[in-house]
């Protein structure tokens, strides 16, 4: 069966600092992956997707940025974290030609 | 650019009572509709996906349907117990996996 990872699961980081969250899918190969992130009393936005190792595609312009060195291995990035980027952050999968996504236990970071 | 409207955005029924959740989006060229379930500061759980051609889905006590014209999705609950008690989602997809998000509406089922 699939898994799929996500950690750190809480975070405190300050302004300024650099991120990098990691998600990690287990039991498929060529999945299509997902960042979202959930803002206090906002719905989940759609950060980036990925259909492929090196294939990111952005959906809101920000300063996080996302990378995929591996088929099954998504990272999500900042080089200077703001206050705004505090969130809940969900890492998600889904199989190529198939329409239901699987979310990760997510990663709660608070910017300070 | 999709938008998506959850009512009521909270909910708190006694325990054994039937309910319906709304969902309203926008943009009604959608290939399919997903309903969630979070739990509070956990990811999300899937729970039912309804495809732009089909009417409703059902899975145990859940039923959901889809109007697609009318930009409408419902979420129906029976026999609820104090196990929902979640956040519930909806998502329609339009195209490239892209999925949108409501707010949510937060079911408390009272024992």
């Known amino acids: 069966s699939q898994t799929i990872h996500q950690w750190p699961a809480t975070l405190v980081q300050p302004v300024g600092s650099p991120l990098s969250l990691e998600c990690t899918v287990e039991?498929?190969?060529?999945?299509?992956l997902y960042w979202y992130r959930q803002a206090a009393g906002r719905g989940l936005q759609l950060l980036f997707y990925?259909?492929?190792?090196?294939?990111i595609s952005s959906e809101v312009p920000q300063n996080l940025s996302a990378s995929r060195p591996q088929d099954r291995q998504f990272i999500l990035s900042s080089k200077k974290l703001l206050l705004s980027d505090s969130g809940f952050y969900l890492c998600?999968?889904?199989?190529?030609?198939?329409?239901?996504?699987?979310f990760g236990p997510g990663t709660r970071l608070t910017v300070t | 650019k999709q938008e998506v409207t959850q009512i009521p955005a909270a909910l708190s029924v006694p325990e054994g009572e039937n309910l319906v959740l709304n969902c309203s989006f926008t943009?009604?060229?959608?290939?399919?509709l997903q309903w969630f379930r979070q739990d509070p500061g956990k990811g999300l759980t899937s729970l039912l996906l309804i495809q732009s051609s089909q009417r409703e889905q059902t899975s145990g006590r859940l039923n959901a349907s889809l109007d697609k014209s009318s930009g409408r999705s419902t979420l129906y609950i029976a026999a609820s117990q104090p196990g929902d008690s979640a956040t519930y989602l909806c998502?329609?997809?339009?195209?490239?996996?892209?999925?949108?998000f409501g707010t949510g509406t937060r079911l408390t089922v009272i024992p």
């Open positions: 990925s259909v492929g190792i090196g294939q």
């Open positions: 998600a999968w889904s199989a190529v030609l198939a329409n239901e996504q699987y």
């Open positions: 998502a329609p997809e339009t195209g490239a996996n892209n999925l949108f």
């Open positions: 943009d009604s060229a959608i290939y399919n």
């Open positions: 039991g498929t190969s060529n999945p299509n």
